[in-house]
C-alpha cells in the first residue's frame, strides 16, 4: 500500500486548500482513512477519519465545522478540504490508512493506522 498526500501550499488566513491524498491497492473501498498534523515544534495529531463508506467522519475540535472529509472509492482517493484557515492550521499534513473497520474507540490513535503517506506541507500566513 502507498499513499500520496498532495495539495498543501501557502495560503492567507480565511483561504482554502484542499488536499489529496491517492492511494494504491485493491481493497481502498475497506479502509477507514484518516488525516493528521504535525505543527513545528509538536506532537502529530488527529484531524479527521472516515470510514470506508463514508458513514462516519469525526473530526478534532479544532477542526469541525471548518475542515471536510471525503473520499472517493472508485478512485482510491480521500480528500480533506480545508476552509477558514488560520495560521495555528500550519503543519505537515499527513494521510493514513486502516486496514480495519471504522472502530470508535482508536479512529483518532496514530496506532490504529496500518500506513502512511509522506505528508503535505500547509502553511497559513496571517
Known amino acids: 500500500v502507498q499513499l500520496q498526500a498532495s495539495g498543501g501550499g501557502l495560503v492567507q488566513a480565511g483561504g482554502s486548500l484542499r488536499l489529496s491524498c491517492a492511494a494504491s491497492g485493491r481493497t481502498f473501498d475497506s479502509w477507514t482513512m484518516g488525516w493528521f498534523r504535525q505543527a513545528p515544534g509538536k506532537k502529530r495529531e488527529f484531524v479527521a477519519t472516515i470510514s470506508s463508506k463514508g458513514e462516519n467522519t469525526p473530526y478534532s475540535d479544532s477542526v469541525k465545522g471548518r475542515f471536510i472529509i471525503s473520499r472517493d472509492n472508485a478512485k482510491n482517493t480521500v480528500y480533506l478540504q480545508m476552509n477558514d484557515l488560520r495560521p495555528d492550521d500550519t503543519a505537515i499534513y499527513y494521510c493514513?490508512?486502516?486496514?480495519?473497520?471504522?472502530?470508535?474507540?482508536?479512529?483518532?490513535?496514530?496506532?490504529?493506522?496500518?500506513?502512511w503517506g509522506q505528508g503535505t506541507k500547509v502553511t497559513v500566513s496571517s
Open positions: 493514513a490508512a486502516s486496514l480495519l473497520r471504522f472502530y470508535s474507540g482508536s479512529y483518532y490513535k496514530e496506532s490504529a493506522y496500518d500506513f
